[in-house]
């Protein structure tokens, strides 16, 4: 946290205090949430030229707050003192729920031309494995725990499909990340992974691994992208402002969503897959980060 506030110092950003905001503060500014992604340095960097083209955009200052994690940002929210905020699928089911809050925009990128992914499980092709049935008695790999396409997703799949994940499996590790389960498989040190579908394009297009090696055992329904929310009592002329202006960013970075086409409109129940999923696992949404 000491060299994100370094590097926001540096960059220019301000970390907005969290005190009662006015009327007239509200007509002067907007005030932006942010959760900083894995690669938090990386994340701040693509979303200070998203927020100063929304800035220009829009004739008026543009702040972010920059939370560690997402409670911070959601209570936030509840409180009245940011305007918009950028939220992870689940956390912002959660946000739902104790703010007056909706998702109003999601992230297209010029990568995939979607504003939503996929959760895969991978076998090698010369592993013999074809289907969730033949999962059994084998060695598999989730990336973390609270990952959404790495864990949440395909174990909630799983159970759909009649299997129970903790006896399903041999033996069961977290890697950490979506490429070092992809390269896991690919090096024979597990038998089968859930990745995101994107990552696993990435990773082929780099040359890590080759397409033709692996076998898709299982596919998600699409997972929405992390959303753009603001709070329901926002002036309805800003909000068409911003909503206007997240459309037209084009050609900036965004995290690690690559090059930005624009951000298109979604709604709350583009997230009912979320919610479903968490009801599916019995998921408590205040311990996910």
Known sequence: MKN???FLRVAGIVLLPLVAATSAQAADKLTIGLIPSEDSQAMIESSKQVLDSLESQLGMPVEPFVATDYN???EALRAGKLDVAYLGPFSYV???TVADVEAFSVAVTKKTGQSAYKSLILARKDS??????DLKGHTFAFVDPSSASGHLFPKAGLEQAGFEPDKLFSRVIFSGSHDASILA???QKVDAAAVADRILA???AKGLVKQDDFQVVWTSRPIPESPMVWRKDMDPALKQKVAAALASIKDLPWGDQGQLDGFQPTNDAAYDVVRETAKVLDLDLRSMK
């Open 72 to 74: 911070g940002i959601i």
């Open 202 to 204: 990435g990773a082929v």
């Open 128 to 133: 013999g494995i074809r289907n969730l049935a």
């Open 185 to 187: 498989v690919e090096n």
């Open 4 to 6: 994100l506030a370094k």
């Open 94 to 96: 959660l946000a739902t």
